[in-house]
């Protein structure tokens, strides 16, 4: 009789085992089952769109100058503003010094071709245009480019 117990022990005990080492049965549906416990899918992640980037659009625009050598003052129409040396340091002005402005738009002037400071360039325009230069040609002295400006 022993040997009809230790048969029906071994024989549930081995279920039992190969039961428990076979873990998760898989069914359709991605669906889990576990032996005797219900397992539920995971929950959906959810991953936001990109958002728009907005890129402002950017405008440059450049300094320009125009110089009266007669004055050794620039002026710079975007900005409307005038650079000149006061001593030994260089100035930023809404008005030309010790001058009207009309006066000084009558007075010879050249257009420049830099976009900087004017201090980085005085001493080649100096050289290029002395205090008496004047335009070759018949508007001498007229500030032609200002006259365009006011139109």
Same mark, same amino acid.
Request: charged residues 25%.
């Given at each position: ?32 089952? /576990? ?20 890129? /402002? ?89 200002? /006259?365009?400006?006011? /139109?």
């Amino acid at each position: 009789m022993t040997k009809i117990k230790y048969s029906k022990i071994g024989l549930i005990s081995c279920v039992a085992v190969i039961v428990a080492l076979t873990g998760c049965v898989v069914e359709g549906r991605g669906r889990h089952r /576990e032996v005797g416990v219900y397992v539920a899918p995971p929950p959906p992640v959810y991953i936001a769109p990109p958002r728009p980037v907005y890129v /402002e659009p950017t405008v440059v625009v450049e300094d320009n100058y125009v110089y009266y050598p007669g004055y050794e003052v620039y002026y710079n129409s975007y900005r409307h503003q005038y650079y000149y040396r006061d001593g030994r340091a260089w100035v930023t002005r809404s008005a030309p010094p010790h001058i009207s402005a009309e006066v000084l738009f009558a007075s010879p002037s050249v257009r420049l071709d830099f976009h900087d400071s004017p201090a980085n360039h005085h001493a080649v325009i100096v050289k290029q245009y002395p205090k008496r230069w004047a335009p070759p040609g018949p508007g001498r002295g007229r500030g032609e480019e200002h /006259e365009k400006r006011r /139109e």
